[in-house]
């Protein structure tokens, strides 16, 4: 008996496995792993949609024993070997189901949804005789204008409630009957093309269609638009030459694609290597034709020209014909990253990010899947690009706390790049002016290989520095957001006609406002934290669930109209900027300004090209930014990344000060940048203006080995999350006093530190409580199983199965 294992959509984590399925002899030919089927499951046999992970032959049992494969889904596999072989890896790392684990390896418009249909059982005549008046009745009257109906549309057709179990009664009485049918929100683009069909004998045809059919004859196949064009008519005459036998419809996939027309491959020789440079390509390109895999870290400071090393490696696979794969943390970046690479290597590259429609980003993994794209840009999830003969990886801007996912599974890309470059043999260049402290040391152990570009690419050098010390502007009566330096070097950037960025990672206009009568502080309803003032539209919002409500002046505690903000986010600073140079051109960029399809993108482009003088944003103008006429970078608040609760707290601040201050004199032009701080003493400040990341990582490498941090331990966190505060906390508690039990019992062989539950630093979001569990720990095979179990023990305890608990290892944040 052909026997088929299959990963079942949703599933829960605590009884998830591969489920046996016997295939049917009719499906014997269809049923290959890595393609989708439709499966009875549970109890009910309600149709789901699973995944072939294997297939296996099994003797002695008979037919009866299990269920069997309904449908299959898919005319060809959707996974490759190397997926299905990873999937089980992701599961197992990332503590999800098998089948979010497969979701990863394709985008969200190929996903088929799984509805029921509900339709009449008998005669209507017969049916209506049956049913009670009211709602029966309705439902009865309105299919039997209808041959079969999706639930949902049922409901809400008739007046029902979504989650009313009318329907299932019915059926129950024999009233309806259901079936179960698949879908896909987005369906393959295609275009109507007509072909020349040759017959041996022409027919009477108008001169209007012999025109046609002139056209059509000397291309072979056209599509109808083009046929329509070229001959001057209308479809109605094509349709005549096909009625007539002389031509044939038929559709052609097309692609739909995201950035129009692409340039061809440009011819330009590529610009010349500094010794430096060259000398890293050479290290790289040798560790590559060894073929033996591995991880190199590729550290430079800002503008030395790290991109031109990686592209001329590049260059030199894709002549080996195996595939690139190019990750950027954000999306921010991908537009001159795309920009780049699309002037180099034309329409060979495909983009993977999430600012593409569904229908985009199916086609984009199609060319890649299909072979018409050779190089993958984007996104974390560009690391699961479907290339057969993978042959580089490059992560750009490796520390970036975006390649790790918040939600399930949660994985980083780094980790499943590490995997593929495994599998492929083939090499995985990490890039960055400010590597993770983990990357780094991993280079100084010798488990990556190094290479250094200490010096910027040309003629271009490291900017000067100014930190302000803003406790001296405010003894002098400057109470605004710039300071006295930073406004003058504004003015003097401006008069010489050169470009300015300005970095301040908080957008809104103030973000505190309360009560100077009473000292109530607006917060949100929801969530516990204040909610920050937009000017745009006059309303206090919430970053966190988005709840806002109109600003007024009056108290909502003590009624009187005392309510006043304080604190400044780039909405204030865009206005402020007006004030003092009304002449300038100023461009903000936050996620309030950039929330239409590609902003960012035309917005970027307009200020490369002179459209604008300044740019005031949040973190995502201070990297991969680009542009020779900038000479002067702004942080106006650089106390505001320092002094957070998490252990990266300082790593973020000296990698975000070192990277924006990079984006200075980046071409032919010498730069300045200007560091505005209340504790100008510290020495992060200090540090990342001499961009000394040397003496950073000495210094943080330290006091992690002293704390037991990363790289010296991991740290898996386990979050809690449900409405109620005190179930949430009595859930953290039980789960803690199984883990202790469980340590000591059963994994008494592995070391551990715990700590006990705590609040989550924001302790509600969107009306759920959350508390936290931290455990130091090794990653390895034991722990995981350890983790694993104790989610299955837990979860079936039903007494706490209003909480939700998920583990995450070593997030980007512990708070």
Known sequence: ?????????????????????????????????????????????????????????????????????????????????????????????????????????????????????????????????????????????????????????????????????????????GLLQKNSVTFRKVGDATRKMVRFTDPQELPKLTPRQKCALEVLRGAGCASLKEICYFSGVTPVVVDALVKKGAAQYFD??????????????????????????????????????????????????????????FMRLIDRVLE?????????????????????FHARYGAGVAVFHSGLSLGERLDEWKRVRNGDASIAVGTRSAVFAPFQNLGLIIMDEEQEGTYKSESSPRYHAREAAKYRCAYHKCLLVLASATPSVESYYHAQAGRYTLNVLSERYGSARLPEVDVVDMNGEAEQGNAGILSGLLAESLQENLQNGMQSILLLNRRGYNTFVSCRSC?????????????????????????????????????????????????????????????????????????????????????????????????????????????????????????????????????????????????????KFTGRAVIQTFTPENDIIRLAADQNYAEFYRREIALRKSLLYPPFSDICVIGFVGRREERVRAASEAFFALLCRMAREDYADQPLRVLSPSPALVGRVSNRYRYKLILKCRDNKRIRRMISDLLIRFSSDRNYSDVTVFPDMNPETIL
Not at 96 to 125: K, M, N
Not at 322 to 334: A, D
């Open 1 to 173: 008996m052909a026997v088929a294992k299959v990963a079942v959509e949703n599933t829960v984590y605590h009884f998830d496995k591969p489920f046996d399925y016997r295939i049917p002899a009719s499906l014997l030919s269809e049923a290959k792993e890595g393609c989708r089927v439709l499966v009875p499951f549970g109890t009910a046999n309600s149709k789901r949609q699973g995944m072939i992970l294997e297939r296996t032959e099994r003797e002695g049992e008979s037919d009866q024993e299990l269920k069997s494969i309904d449908s299959v889904l898919d005319k060809e596999p959707l996974l490759t070997p190397e997926a299905l072989q990873m999937i089980p890896w992701i599961g197992e790392h990332t503590f999800c189901t098998l089948f979010d684990a497969a979701r990863l390896f394709f985008p969200a418009g190929i996903l088929f949804q799984v509805t029921t249909e509900y339709l009449l059982a008998g005669p209507a005549g017969e049916i209506s005789a049956r049913a009670e008046e009211g709602e029966e009745a309705r439902i009865v009257a309105y299919l039997s204008r209808r041959r079969a109906v999706r639930r949902d549309k049922l409901l809400r057709d008739v007046g029902l409630a979504a989650d009313s179990s009318l329907p299932e009664r019915m059926l129950r009485k």
């Open 252 to 309: 052609a996939e097309v692609y739909r694609n995201p950035y129009g027309d692409v340039p061809e491959r440009s011819a330009s020789p590529p610009a010349k290597l500094t010794a430096e440079q060259d000398e890293a390509y050479r290290n790289l390109y040798r560790q590559y034709r060894a073929g033996q895999g591995g991880v190199s870290l590729l550290y430079g400071v800002t503008g030395s020209g790290k991109t031109q090393v």
């Open 320 to 340: 080996d014909g195996r595939g690139v794969i190019v990750m950027v943390p954000e999306i921010s970046l991908t537009p001159q990253t795309i920009s780049l």
């Open 519 to 667: 000292g109530h502080v607006a917060t949100c309803p929801n969530c516990s934290i204040s909610l920050t003032y937009h000017a745009a539209n006059n309303r206090l919002m919430c970053h966190y669930c988005g709840y806002s409500v109109p600003f007024t002046r009056e108290c909502p505690n003590c009624h009187e109209e005392q309510m006043r903000y304080s604190g400044f986010g780039t909405q204030r600073a865009e206005q402020q900027l007006a004030e003092l140079l009304p002449e300038a051109r100023i461009l903000r960029l936050d996620a309030d300004s950039t929330m239409t399809r590609f902003a960012y993108d035309k917005k970027l482009k307009q200020f490369s090209e002179g459209a604008y003088d300044i740019i005031v944003g949040t973190q995502m103008v201070a990297k991969g930014l680009d542009f020779e006429n900038v000479t002067l970078v702004g942080v106006l608040s650089a106390d505001q990344s320092l002094y957070g609760d998490d252990f990266r707290s300082y790593e973020r601040a000296f990698d975000l000060l070192t990277q924006v201050v990079g984006r200075s004199g980046r071409g």
